[in-house]
């Protein structure tokens, strides 16, 4: 018999042909990145960042996502003698996710840092640690968020700020005040209704010191959560509530979790059905004023879909670049024949002009905190419009990454396949695609402040290329026709919008082989797929240099 020789020749044949392991810094690799972090003030020479990139592009991270998603989430809703548990059992690698995320603040720190960069710098962070895996970013980006929403109550926020900012992952239900760090959830979305949450038939009656819910969610991710900012009908109207898992005198507040969802992707997270019966709540916030409330939280969230659609398509080219780099067909590498060439390009484009506009959204997240009236009047326009076209663009892009890959792409083991499946659910949670398209309209109507700061980041590009400039005639004419009157354009008018915004930066701040290319393949000649507009030999060199990783 002839021996078999493991990690080299096997006994049939020579492994040959092959990409060596991807390992790669998702900061240091990251041109882009860097340089978006430092144009809107952070330090592209972060070390913090630095450990975080290369822990990301590790084996160590990969492996943990894998098992995260293979070992999903399992409910225990009794104890042996039949008493309700309510609880959600995870593998061992979700909370190592959980523990770097925690331990770098993504989940917080920029609300207690002193540091005019940091949304800026968390931002980064969020997008490089997404790409380890997508699931664990759920309850960090819900913890992010909580923590504006409860400073619309001073004192609501003083009692669960320090927990859910510490940089201690404990997982476990106990009494918040002895735990070292909490997590936070949301739960609004109603069986008869998710976008339309005035549907919400969730019922709380005020006690008193305190107020007791009755009803379901249909949907509550991550309900292993600490405490919840929940909706529900309290006499005055839709009211924001805090709902903690576990009372001050430690005993558990009524919280079942009926089932979880057998989802398409976002595997490793566990999304529940909860029901509430007599639960106990605190108001956060006036009775009536629920969704002003907790539009607080969803702004955030909003956000973070934005990022963590970026950190999917970086991963997914990442992985196309790196395949594509090592691998030849018909005498050549795949990188190096003129369309794969003109196809990762593309690619490289989208996410380029994706990572700008996530960075210059949590630029102004940075700059309103510091008082600027003018950058919160920015974001309003621009998250709704960001929020809808990035996610959009992000199934598209992880399946082109997953084509250049061949057949393997088609193999779990690249983990192509479990970004495939992550990429929708960005734009259908946190308001559905058409959810943000009209939102934008609502922006325009209410804010016409919104609409002249995003006019103005407009300008710097203003002259640039005859299609940036038709593409602005084209806005401004339907701008004048009152569109908030036209809800059956308001797609168009978001893409058409978001676009000339992603052409502007990346005008302003990347190089222009970048700006000339994406201009002539979003706003010129706009083609369905990736690689049909032909961006030019030394223009795609250029890009696809920025998009290189590893050594
Ligand atoms: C994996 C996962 C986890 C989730 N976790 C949570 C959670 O933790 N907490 C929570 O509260 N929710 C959660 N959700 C729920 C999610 O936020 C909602 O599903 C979403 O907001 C849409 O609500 P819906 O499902 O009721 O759809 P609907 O509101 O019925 O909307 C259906 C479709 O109609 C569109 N639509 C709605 N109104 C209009 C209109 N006026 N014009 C045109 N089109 C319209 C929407 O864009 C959408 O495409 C989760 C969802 C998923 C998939």
């Not at 990969?62 to 008493?83: C, M, Q, S």
């Not at 959830?185 to 019922?203: C, F, I, L």
Request: net charge negative; aromatic share 8%; glycine share 8%.
């Amino acid at each position: 018999m002839r021996p078999r020789v493991y990690g080299g020749t096997v006994s049939t044949h020579e492994v040959m042909n092959q990409p060596p392991p991807l390992i790669y810094n998702a900061f240091t690799d990251d041109t882009a990145l860097r340089e978006a972090l430092t144009a809107f003030g952070g330090d592209p020479q972060d070390a913090g960042l630095v450990e975080l990139g290369a822990m990301a592009g590790s084996e160590q991270a990969r492996e943990w996502g894998r098992l995260a998603n293979e070992h999903t989430p399992v409910l225990r809703t009794h104890d042996r003698y039949g008493h309700r548990v309510d609880e959600v059992e995870f593998h061992p690698a979700w909370h190592d996710l959980m523990t770097v995320a925690v331990a770098n603040g993504l989940h917080a720190a920029p609300w207690t840092a002193d540091d005019k960069a940091a949304h800026a710098r968390r931002a980064a962070g969020f997008i490089m640690w997404s790409q380890a895996e997508a699931g664990h970013g759920c309850p960090i980006s819900m913890t992010y968020a909580a923590i504006p929403a409860l400073r619309v109550d001073p004192t609501r926020a003083a009692q669960w700020e320090a927990g859910l900012a510490s940089r201690e992952y404990d997982f476990g239900l106990r009494t918040p005040s002895d735990k070292r760090g909490l997590i936070a959830g949301m739960a609004m979305t109603e069986k008869q209704g998710g976008s339309d949450v005035r549907t919400n038939t969730t019922t709380a009656v005020d006690m008193g010191d305190h107020y007791e819910l009755t009803g379901h969610k249909w949907f509550c991710s991550a309900p292993m959560s600490d405490v919840f900012l929940v909706l529900a009908q309290a006499p005055g109207g839709l009211t924001c509530f805090i709902v903690p898992r576990v009372l001050p005198d430690g005993t558990r507040n009524v919280f079942e979790i009926q089932r979880l969802k057998d989802k398409l992707g976002n595997r490793s997270n566990a999304s529940s059905e909860i029901e509430f019966d007599g639960t106990w709540a605190q108001r956060l916030g006036d009775e009536g004023r629920g969704v002003r409330t907790i539009v607080e939280m969803v702004s955030a969230t909003r956000l973070d879909t934005v990022l963590g659609s970026t950190a999917l398509m970086r991963r997914a080219l990442t992985e196309a670049v790196w395949h594509t780099s090592h691998r030849q067909a018909f005498g050549a590498t795949l990188i190096d024949q003129p369309l794969m060439r003109q196809v990762l390009a593309d690619m490289a484009l989208e996410v380029e002009a994706a990572t700008w506009l996530g960075m210059r959204l949590a630029h102004a997240v940075d700059a309103s905190e510091s008082g600027s009236s003018e950058q919160a009047a920015f974001r309003r326009i621009a998250l709704p419009m960001s929020k809808y076209y990035v996610c959009k663009r992000t199934p598209g892009l992880t399946f082109e990454a997953m084509e250049c890959l061949g057949g393997v792409g088609y193999v779990e083991e690249t983990g192509l396949p479990r970004l495939y499946r992550e990429a929708p659910v960005n734009s259908i949670w946190e308001g559905s695609g058409n959810v943000n398209a009209l939102d934008l309209l609502r922006a325009i109507g209410r804010n016409p402040e919104s609409l002249d700061a995003y006019l103005q980041n407009l300008a710097p590009a203003s002259g640039c290329d005859e299609a940036f400039d038709t593409g602005l005639r084209d806005v401004l004419n339907a701008l004048a026709q009152n569109p908030t009157e036209a809800p059956a354009r308001a797609r168009w008018l978001a893409e058409k919008m978001v676009l000339l915004l992603q052409a502007s930066l990346l005008v302003q701040y990347a190089p222009s082989a970048v700006a000339d290319a994406f201009i002539a393949a979003r706003l010129r000649q706009s083609e369905g797929t990736y690689g049909v507009v032909d961006l030019g030999t030394q223009d795609v060199a250029a890009i696809l240099d920025r998009a290189q990783v590893g050594a």
